[in-house]
T-cell receptor, first 111, second 113 residues
Framework: ELKVEQNPLFLSMQEGKNYTIYCNYS?????LYWYRQDPGKSLESLFV?????AVKQEGRLMASLDTKARLSTLHITAAVHDLSATYFC???????????FGQGTRLTINP | DAGVIQSPRHEVTEMGQEVTLRCKPI?????LFWYRQTMMRGLELLIY????????DSGMPEDRFSAKMPNASFSTLKIQPSEPRDSAVYFC???????????FGPGTRLTVT
């Protein structure tokens, strides 16, 4: 059974600081997804990482994938309040159709 | 471009009643997914369709749940009879077969009292 684990589950940080969210998964998969969810809202796709060593960046967020270690990271650079949200990673299971989600990391960025 | 459309956005019903949730995927997308989100269990895939055909319903919790996709632009998720433990946010998502990314609808918040 595929399991996806994120840590930390809760993260409170100050504006301007850097931090990393980790996503580990238990079985082989070559595709990993990062989503953002604001309170009471839907999920917004941030990144799709398709191969080992993939790195994608959008603004202050950078995601990377190491399929050999079964690990993805979401790095936040110089955090700003607008990045406060819950971030989910998800992994393919069954040929790009079945996403298994991590528990989510609730990120709070304080002024 | 219109995204995934779900209705209703909020539903409050009494235990034992039938509930029907509706979803319109993005035009041209040939995969449709139903997810459920709760605090206890997180985000779970319930069922998905490809070209209107149910492919995997192993996530459907029990026989009280059923889903249909009569055409490429409409799907329903029905719960009959509903129970308080069905209270959750139900998301519909769709994707095009040539693209891995799934696009989520706004969700339906279901409360069963």
């Amino acid at each position: 059974e595929l399991k996806v684990e994120q840590n930390p589950l809760f993260l409170s940080m100050q504006e301007g600081k850097n931090y990393t969210i980790y996503c580990n998964y238990s079985t082989t998969s070559d595709r990993l997804y990062w989503y953002r969810q604001d309170p009471g809202k839907s999920l917004e796709s941030l990144f799709v990482l398709l191969s080992n060593g993939a790195v994608k960046q959008e603004g202050r967020l950078m995601a990377s994938l190491d399929t050999k270690a079964r690990l993805s990271t979401l790095h936040i650079t110089a955090a700003v309040h607008d990045l406060s949200a819950t971030y989910f990673c998800a992994v393919d299971h069954g040929g790009a159709q079945k996403l298994v989600f991590g528990q989510g990391t609730r990120l709070t960025i304080n002024p | 471009d219109a995204g995934v459309i779900q209705s209703p956005r909020h539903e409050v019903t009494e235990m034992g009643q039938e509930v029907t949730l509706r979803c319109k995927p993005i035009s041209g997308h040939d995969y449709l997914f139903w997810y459920r989100q709760t605090m206890m269990r997180g985000l779970e895939l319930l069922i998905y369709f490809n070209n209107n055909v149910p492919i995997d319903d192993s996530g459907m919790p029990e026989d009280r749940f059923s889903a249909k996709m009569p055409n490429a632009s409409f799907s329903t998720l029905k719960i009959q009879p509903s129970e308080p433990r069905d209270s959750a946010v139900y998301f519909c998502a769709s994707r095009r077969s040539s693209v891995y990314e799934q696009y989520f609808g706004p969700g339906t918040r279901l409360t069963v009292t």
